[in-house]
């Protein structure tokens, strides 16, 4: 009951709409009852009684009912959709907005398929509870009540023994729904999980084909689509068995109605026209417990798909986003002090690091892979928090600062060059939104990205494709590196940014770099060695720790680690391992 309140509690963002849904169900339900009442008076007046000239009126006043009915009922079925997609919209777009609000770490630990199934499967699920408790329950409920109500005027005793099966069905719908929704919760489970496995293998597709895995996959496809069959099958079984029997014990109060009805009348306590109303209300009695069946399924559908959603929403948001200190000037003066870190395991991937760069500084970050170079990164964006020790920008804890002030201030171009399905220019304009085209040009100038985009079809209007796919490896290296430069931000990450560029623009884009890194502070993760060389820093990571730091021709001296690594990537232009 706690979810269904918090459900509904989405309709009373829109007051009138709910109000006229209640309206024009109350009036649709009212008019149920001038066919019955029709039918009584033809039966027990117009026909024993040879008044023929009452017959044209009434059957004018019945038609007339029927007509408004349909009209109202178009109203109705209008404002439900236009209130449906409403409160769609503002239940999709605040989860949507509560999942950007996530820390990294919810992500770290939610399959990106089952996000996918809770915001486009499980919003719709909540909101045809909504739609069809107000239009289907609610005037369910009201027409039982009317129909009730004008039946006990009619004769109390048929009426008892038309309702007398209800109970017995309020029972096995009750039991029903506590036994049902866990195999509804298996079956939303089932199908997340079965979507969670479509989008790795849509994404990953290159690397199984690459590897000749497709047998492999469709088997493990085949499996979980198994498990949403099993599943599904459970929930239709349970159907299966509860609404025969629910239907033959409410039918079975008709049974009872026509028996006694006839004994009354022959004893003459009821009329033959009191039997005509009772039967022709029993169809509009028994329309609403009718559908209970679909009604009880939307409901157990929904209540899964909302504690889904609702599990969501009631995570804590990113701490820090937009609260928190705000520097008035940032110079670019970082410090990390004995900063420690873990992912989750027992090792941590950082551990007492000190990292110290000056306004204006490069600093190289090198080491074997695992080392927490990015790990680093992450830190100083605050991604993740530090297990222990702090950092510094400009001489305060970061711990302390706006998350989303700090982000806008630091331009980081990540080891995967992701795009975004969409035009160059958009992709740009994500760093800077509003930019003017000349803004745009001079960022791929610097990125030694205008000549190819030049080249494209469309150029800066040319959709990139799916994560990039359109562009080759270099080609969306470079224009991450644009989309970093447009932003022009006091500190700059460069996280392998130069992997996937040949050497001659690998030249070309460190050129660039160099002419803008004297007005910001860069942290670089390296892979090749002329990258690292020009830094006015080193620091040299293994296992977590810094092992060395200085600078490149000092810690070729030193023979320690950096200039085993610089040995093993072959002379100078070869790749330091990052």
């Not at 630990?109 to 199934?117: A, C, L, S």
Request: glycine share 8%; charged share 25%; net charge neutral.
């Amino acid at each position: 009951m706690a979810t269904l309140r918090r459900i509904f509690g989405y309709t009373w963002r829109y007051p009138w709409r709910a109000v006229a849904t209640l309206v024009l169900a109350a009036v649709c339900t009212l008019l149920v009852l001038v066919l019955p009442a029709l039918s009584k008076e033809f039966t027990d007046e117009v026909i024993p009684k040879g008044q023929t000239e009452r017959i044209l009126p009434l059957a004018l006043v019945g038609l007339g009912a029927i007509a408004l009915r349909q009209v109202l009922f178009t109203l109705r079925t209008v404002s439900n959709n236009v209130f449906e997609q409403k409160v769609v919209h503002d239940l999709r777009t605040e989860l949507y907005g509560k999942i950007q609000r996530l820390p990294l770490r919810w992500f770290d630990n939610q399959p990106t398929g089952d996000i996918m199934t809770r915001v486009a499967s499980d919003v719709p699920a909540m909101e045809r509870v909504i739609i069809e408790g107000l239009d289907q329950g609610l005037s369910g409920v009201l027409q039982f009540v009317v129909v009730f109500g004008y039946l006990l005027t009619q004769h109390a005793g048929l009426t008892l023994l038309t309702v007398a099966p209800l109970p017995v069905v309020a029972l096995a719908v009750r039991i029903y729904q506590k036994r049902v929704e866990p195999r509804y919760k298996a079956a939303s489970e089932a199908g997340s999980a079965l979507n969670s496995l479509l989008h790795d293998n849509i994404a990953g597709i290159r690397q199984i084909k690459a590897y000749t895995v497709e047998p492999e996959e469709l088997e493990r496809f085949e499996g979980r689509s198994r498990d949403v069959q099993t599943a599904q099958l459970s929930v239709v079984k349970a159907n299966a068995v509860i609404w025969p029997f629910v239907s033959l014990v409410a039918e079975s109060g008709i049974v009872l109605t026509i028996a006694f009805a006839a004994w009354w009348i022959c004893r003459g306590t009821a009329t033959l026209g009191t039997l005509s109303a009772v039967l022709m209300s029993w169809g509009l009695l028994y329309d609403p417990v009718s559908r209970v069946n679909p009604l009880t399924q939307l409901f157990t559908a929904g209540i899964v798909a909302g504690k889904r959603v609702f599990a969501v929403l009631d995570q804590t948001d990113e701490a820090n986003f937009a609260e928190g200190r705000r520097l008035e000037e940032l110079r670019g003066a970082v410090r990390f002090e004995g900063v420690a870190f873990s992912y989750g395991g027992e090792v941590p991937t950082v551990a007492g690091v000190d990292v110290e760069a000056q306004p204006g500084q490069t600093i190289a970050l090198v080491g074997p892979t695992g080392a927490g170079k990015s790990t680093l990164l992450n830190l100083l964006t605050r991604f993740y928090e530090p297990d222990s020790g702090r950092i510094l920008l400009d001489g305060e804890p970061v711990s302390g600062m706006s998350k989303e002030w700090l982000r806008d201030r630091i331009g980081y171009v990540t080891q995967e060059s992701f795009l975004f399905n969409a035009s160059v220019r958009e992709n740009l304009t994500v760093a800077k939104p509003g930019a003017e085209d000349e803004e745009i040009w001079a960022a791929l100038e610097s990125a030694n990205a205008a000549e190819f985009v030049r080249r494209l079809p469309e150029g800066l209007e040319t959709v990139t494709g799916e994560r990039g796919t359109r562009l080759s490896g270099g080609e969306r290296q470079r224009l991450s590196i644009a989309r970093a430069l447009l932003k022009n931000p006091p500190i700059l990450l460069l996280d392998e940014a130069t992997s996937a560029v040949d050497n001659e623009t690998e030249r070309l884009i460190q050129e660039a770099l160099e002419r803008l890194r004297a007005d910001r502070t860069c942290f670089v993760i390296a892979h090749r060695l002329s990258t690292v060389e020009k830094a006015d820093r080193i620091y040299v990571m293994e296992r977590g720790r810094v092992v060395e730091s200085g600078r490149h021709g000092e810690l070729l001296a030193d023979g320690g680690l950096y200039a085993r690594l610089c040995a093993g990537g072959l002379k100078e232009e070869a790749a330091v391992s990052a």
